[in-house]
């Protein structure tokens, strides 16, 4: 084995971080820094000499990175001493070796490498004596994922790592033995059910008990571990929904409807443009109609990059991942998001993810240092991440699998809270918060026409699994997301929890895509992403949708554990795999396509017309499972559920703040206390740490991201995308997310109200048309099995399912229920429990008509005449402050819950604000809807997006005795901003859509030219409050600033936070040295190769960005290269200029080729560049290039 050190493994800020964390374990470690250690193992020494070509090319391919920075680690690594080894798990494949190991053999090493792994080496320096086993064991789990990774003081044994450990043996559970009336088979049962963590219920266990011994006909044998493991996946809460299906007796009465079915009805009654609900990975609906941009087979065969139109089905889906992010956060948000993302990918027959949303609720921050007066530290289980910790490491590992995989994350949301509250008994108080967070991942896609439903499965058909290996994680994953959290143990917990590879994922999609692209050639039949419970849930349910059996050799699944018994291999969660049904006879197609993208797969099986499921395993020829499919899809008895409503007295709010802060002693001194707070609340505060992270321009299709104005402000309503490529094309998609958790611990039903209610409330910034285009996704998260909460649940999806999305005409033909939002832990000799809010989100998706009519909430000057800011009050005046931010900074709750009154206000609303886009384009100049923070909030985000000062005065509203009150309410409402001129002409188009003109009042003005930008109130001729835009937006990044701090480099957060407060900074700007000039046309078009490599994402903007300039792009991966079947004239360094130079297309201006795929561009370009973005000038001069 070759041991060669190679880059730094942390950063400068990340080692700052790690040893900060390592002294608080182990305070005589005085520094830490970390290398990358390389393992090669090769057949014989001929890489040990440096003079070789071979081992010239190994070096070269191992320099990337940083350089070691800090003094002394090199000797340190000589010497060996106070060196700690982070190394693969013996016997397993890391993710990272499958990929540096491909490279080694495509670049002509692999006659000489059989394997390349990688390992970290941390080096310590300690005051005293050497580091011990029992120092590092301390702070051992800040340096590995022990899923995945061993940790050693020791050099790495070649022996150890590179062998191929024996398979673990399958395991009976005997049922049988002393069976005579079923009991003992059933306590048996019982016993295996704790030890394997299978949370099957009481009626599943009576269940499995008379199917394999003591029923009418029994199998009459002993179960596996990998039946019972895979039954208890299939059935489990998770997969099954059986809350949702449950028969419900709520106060005494029993109810007509299941959750299930009232959900349903909204589809029922409301279902227009649905193309398919509740029967896929995700909903798809009508899209608009536009030219799809794909490869076509041109002159000579070769994969041209075309255009040619069709209809755009959009599908849709929101997922969420809580109980991995509790239990490890990045891997658990990161998986997240790329099982969401498989789901995209597997509708239909083939579909494709285009963008991305993710959402967090956590307890308190309790930011070290920053902790804020309304924040309580309510303790935690040990192995359980913290709300910190899940917020430091959680958003990273969301947005580092979107960036890998290549679709941007344009939408999303943030709330903290944790406090005690009022419980059911008089005088008692409960815990209630996000110890168990929500960790949401969603998206949007499109599907062809041709593709949007799957089709049956013919006998005889090859099964097939793509992606990545099987590996030792994620056993149990979705019985344990149904159990409470920490009442389990905590190795189960950390089993159930996946890791990621998104470049893996990546090679699966680029496989659908190439099937996709043969179009009715295509060799998929159906297709299902693999998830929760592995290959044991994915591969039964892709057959059983068609009433089908199956036979499969446990043996032929690929693995990267060669010690993985067969329940391992058949029940573990392994990401970014795919099962398929093709046709026998396209199996050579179907796998020249995978090897052209270096995708993994095999054939595992062939589905059979006898419903039966059969798993052998050829190495220690027996069964592994064998059952009839009725066993495993059979129906135990139906889940009831009995729950009382919980009458809880809760006590008013007091609006004068005087008994939270009796040291303000009037109105304007508690009114600046009060905003000071707010806006430092997360859910209040500017989300950037949340959204720098991620790449908001890929795909090239992002119309509307987070951020806002040329200053970049997070203050987006919606996100939207563009349909397809094209100058011209200006339909497209939008998504946005509404929820108001807190509210629903006074009133469940008015929580999920305001949660649809706000959903549409910031997707109606997009131009969508009409109302019935628009469709919901549901996630509802509770506390299921504590009382009251199941008759929470139950007012609260009546609520949404039987009356609100009804009235509005609105379906929701998707979503996701996670019944287990409850976490129980010992401490000492007292018994805790934090259980969540009933927890609905929200997310709207539509078709958008005019990509480019959508609106932010950036208030604008210079417009010609003063502007007027108006306020679209939908609650009729009503001050409701209940679960609001106001009442939260000063832990209280509230009693009055904000609500949706009027469904008919809503929607006349709704239908105004598409109205206004028809009738008068172009006059509103900003919208923001109110939400968290009330009026105050809103207003002030408006500001800090246009830099401006405002004034808002209060007389002109409804009832405005108590200012406070009126400023920091979040029922509904809007902002809106438009000149002063066009007043009558607004109140005229939302009067006729049925809005009254009483529920409009004029609230502020934007000062044009003051250069302090104050942000004033008034109220009764009298200033209450008088601040700065600066000073206001400070307050409210200043969380942000803190957490970018903790995680990133401190100075550069530091130095983004002070611009914040230099009125003088003028953002973004464009100084052009040229202008703009139409594409010619051009009879001839030269070839260019869109050169890819495995698992690279961007290829298709690229293509179509030297389409639209006059070129035919050639799709061209490596492999072609290498097996010869494309050459390119002169090789790929064929292309020279005179000087030597090449345009180095960086930082990847064809993302941006279109005007609205730039965040922001002056408004005075819109005209002037006809839908084409500056960037788009390379790609014509290289035209033009190659013209002369």
């Not at 008994?659 to 001194?669: D, F, G, K, L, N």
């Not at 806002?708 to 200006?730: C, E, I, L």
Request: aromatic fraction near 6%.
């Amino acid at each position: 084995m070759l041991e060669l050190y190679g880059c730094s493994a942390v950063s400068a800020t990340r080692r700052d971080s790690l040893l900060q964390s390592i002294q608080q374990r182990c305070p005589r470690v005085v520094s830490v820094d970390a290398v990358f250690v390389h393992l090669i193992d090769s057949p014989d020494d001929s890489l040990l000499g440096s003079a070789t070509k071979e081992k010239q090319i190994l070096d070269r391919l191992l320099q990337y990175g940083d350089d070691i920075t800090l003094p002394g680690t090199v000797d340190a690594l000589r010497g060996g001493r106070n060196v700690v080894y982070v190394l693969p798990r013996p016997g397993s494949v890391s993710p990272w070796s499958s990929k540096a190991t491909d490279i080694a053999h495509i670049c002509g090493l692999k006659s000489f490498i059989r394997r390349i792994e990688r390992g970290v080496v941390f080096v310590l320096q300690v005051a005293g004596s050497s580091i011990t086993a029992e120092d590092v064991a301390s702070f051992a789990e800040l340096l590995h994922d022990r899923m995945t990774q061993v940790i050693q003081l020791v050099r790495p044994d070649p022996e150890a790592l590179f062998s191929r450990n024996s398979a673990a043996a399958l395991v009976t559970i005997d049922l049988l033995a002393g069976h005579t009336d079923g009991q003992t088979a059933r306590e048996k049962l019982v016993a295996a059910n704790k030890t394997l963590g299978l949370a099957l219920s009481t009626d599943e266990i009576d269940y499995l008990v008379d199917a394999f011994v003591s029923g009418t006909s029994p199998i009459n044998r002993n179960p596996t571990d990998a039946e019972l493991f895979m039954f208890a996946q299939v059935n489990s809460e998770h997969c099954r929904h059986k809350i949702f299906n449950a028969s419900w007796t709520i106060d005494g009465q029993q109810q007509e409807t299941s959750l299930f079915q009232m959900i349903r009805n909204t589809e029922k009654l409301c279902g227009k443009g649905t193309i398919s609900a509740y029967s896929d990975n995700a909903a798809v609906f009508e899209g608009p109609t536009a030219p799809r941009f794909g490869i076509s087979r041109g002159e000579q065969n070769q994969p041209l990059y075309t255009s040619h139109v069709e209809d755009m089905p959009i599908l849709a889906k929101v997922e969420t991942h809580n109980h991995p992010t509790a239990v490890s956060p990045y891997p658990g948000a990161a998986t997240g998001s790329g099982g969401e993302i498989r789901d995209e990918g597997a509708v239909g027959r083939g579909s494709k993810p285009k963008a991305g949303l993710a959402g967090f609720t956590v307890s308190n921050l309790l930011i070290p240092g920053h902790e804020q007066p309304w924040e309580s530290d309510f303790g935690r289980p040990a192995h359980i991440a913290s709300a910190l910790d899940i917020m430091t490491e959680g958003p990273l590992g969301a947005s580092a699998f979107n960036n890998e995989f290549g679709r941007p994350a344009l939408a999303g949301y943030f709330r903290t809270f944790a406090e005690r509250v009022p419980a059911c008994a008089e005088g008692q108080t409960e815990v209630r918060g996000y110890h168990k967070p929500i960790m949401l991942a969603g998206g949007l896609g499109n599907v062809r026409p041709a593709f949007a439903c799957k089709s049956r499965i013919s006998p005889g058909a090859k099964i097939i699994v793509l992606g990545g290996p099987g590996l030792l994680i994620g056993l149990g994953g979705g019985a344990a997301s149904s159990q409470v959290s920490g009442a389990g143990s905590a190795e189960l917990d950390f089993a159930s929890v996946q890791r990621e590879n998104a470049e893996m994922q990546r090679r699966c999609q680029q496989v659908i895509d190439a099937c996709v692209n043969l179009g009715e050639g295509s060799p998929i039949q159906s297709i299902h992403d693999v998830g929760a419970g592995g290959l044991s849930n994915a591969l039964p349910e892709l057959v059983h949708d068609s009433d089908l059996g199956a036979v499969f050799e446990i043996r032929d699944v690929l693995v990267a554990d060669s010690s993985m018994s067969p329940m391992e291999i058949w029940c573990n969660e392994s990401q970014e795999r795919y099962v398929l049904a093709i046709s026998p006879e396209k199996e050579t197609e179907f796998s020249a396509l995978a090897v052209r993208e270096r995708c993994p797969f095999s054939i595992v099986g062939v589905a059979t017309a006898e419903e039966e499921l059969i798993v052998t395993d050829r190495l220690f020829k027996t069964d592994v499972i064998h059952l009839k499919m009725s066993t495993l899809f059979g129906k135990p008895p139906r889940m009831q559920r009995t729950d009382a409503t919980r009458k809880v007295l809760y006590r008013p709010f007091d609006t004068s703040l005087t008994q939270y802060i009796p040291s303000a002693t009037t109105v304007s001194a508690r009114l600046y206390a009060a905003a000071e707070r707010v806006l430092r609340l997360p859910s209040v505060a500017s989300k950037s740490f949340l959204i720098t992270i991620g790449d908001r321009t890929i795909t090239g299709l992002v119309a509307r991201d987070q951020m806002v104005g040329p200053w970049q402000v997070p203050v987006a309503d919606v996100a939207v995308t563009q349909s397809s490529f094209g100058f011209d094309v200006s339909c497209g998609e939008a998504m946005a997310v509404g929820e108001r958790t807190p509210v629903a611990l006074l009133d469940p039903a008015a929580s999920a109200r305001v949660a649809v209610a706000e959903s549409l409330m910031n997707l109606v910034a997009a131009n969508f048309g009409a109302l019935d285009r628009v469709k919901l996704s549901a996630n509802w998260m509770c506390a299921a099995s504590k009382a009251g909460e199941g008759a929470a649940l139950y007012a609260a999806v009546k609520a949404v399912g039987m009356e609100l999305c009804p009235a509005l005409g609105v379906g929701i033909p998707v979503g996701k229920d996670s019944m287990s939002m409850s976490m129980k832990w010992r401490e000492g000799d007292d018994q805790r429990e934090v259980s969540s809010p009933l927890s609905l989100i929200v997310t709207a998706f539509a078709a958008v008509d005019n990509i480019g009519a959508t609106w932010t909430p950036q208030l604008r000057t210079g417009v010609g005449e003063p502007t007027v800011l108006v306020f679209f009050d939908l609650a009729g005046g009503k001050q409701r402050l209940g679960g609001s931010a106001l009442t939260q900074v000063f832990k209280e709750i509230g009693s009055e819950a904000p609500d949706v009154d009027d469904p008919s206000k809503l929607k006349a609303f709704l239908v105004g604000c598409q109205q206004v886009r028809e009738l008068e384009p172009g006059l509103v100049l900003a919208y923001h809807d109110r939400s968290d923070g009330g009026l105050f909030t809103t207003i002030a985000e408006m500001a800090f997006a246009g830099r401006v000062g405002v004034e808002i005065t209060l007389d002109s509203m409804k009832s405005v005795d108590d200012p406070i009150a009126a400023l920091f309410n979040e029922e509904l409402g809007a902002i809106v901003q438009i000149r002063h001129s066009h007043l009558a002409r607004l109140i005229s188009v939302f009067e006729s859509a049925g809005f009254s003109s009483t529920d409009m009042h004029c609230v502020g003005k934007v000062y044009d030219n003051a250069t302090d930008q104050p942000f004033t109130i008034t109220h009764k001729s009298s200033v209450l409050f008088a601040s700065t835009r600066a000073h206001l937006q400070q307050a409210w990044a200043e969380t942000s600033f803190h957490m970018q701090s903790l995680r990133d480099n401190p100075i550069c957060a530091q130095e983004e936070f002070a611009l914040i407060g230099d009125h003088g900074h003028g953002g973004l700007s464009y100084d052009l040295s040229f202008t703009y000039q139409p594409s010619v046309g051009v009879s001839v078009r030269p070839k260019v190769a869109i050169l890819r490599e495995q698992g690279v994402n961007g290829q298709i903007e690229m293509a179509w960005a030297f389409t639209a300039a006059g070129f035919d792009a050639i799709d061209v991966h490596m492999s072609d290269i290498l097996n010869g079947s494309t050459s390119l004239p002169g090789g790929i360094t064929g292309i020279q200029t005179p000087d030597g130079r090449v345009l180095a297309l960086m930082p990847h201006p064809e993302r941006v080729t279109r005007l609205e795929s730039n965040s922001w561009y002056p408004p005075e370009f819109e005209d002037v560049w006809k839908g084409t973005g500056p960037w788009f000038r390379l790609f014509q001069n290289a035209r033009r290039w190659c013209g002369n």
